[in-house]
């Protein structure tokens, strides 16, 4: 089977032990290891790889002021260097929470418009 199948039906097989690594990471920084999750995907002249937690852990992964989330873009560097492939890190919160917030500004524009 040809690298190109691989990527097409599994996303991880284009940076396997990137995907490994950061899962591993990440599990020990978060409290809810088990809801960890590392996806890679090629994307132009690179490979994303999104990692996703628990909507607790976001923070836990983010860190103080970026701090850790910085920590981990500097591990991805310098492995990309090695491995001579270029490579982004996305901490993916949890959308479904996302568009709640949205709603619910809505929801608090309109009212505002009622008040006047």
Not at 14 to 25: E, G, N, Q, S
Not at 70 to 78: D, K, S, V
């Amino acid at each position: 089977m040809s690298q190109a199948n691989d990527t097409a039906e599994n996303p991880g097989a284009v940076a396997p032990d990137m995907v490994a690594l950061f899962t591993a990471i990440a599990k020990s920084l978060v409290n809810e290891p088990d809801e960890v999750e590392v996806e890679a995907f090629p994307e132009d002249d690179s490979t994303v790889l999104e990692v996703y937690v628990a909507d607790d852990d976001v923070t836990r992964l983010i860190g103080k002021g970026g701090r850790t989330a910085r920590a981990l873009r500097t591990i991805l560097a310098a492995a990309s260097e090695k491995l001579s492939e270029r490579y982004t890190l996305d901490i993916v919160e949890d959308e479904e929470d996302e568009d709640d917030d949205f709603e619910q500004v809505d929801e608090d524009d309109d009212n505002r418009g009622n008040r006047a």
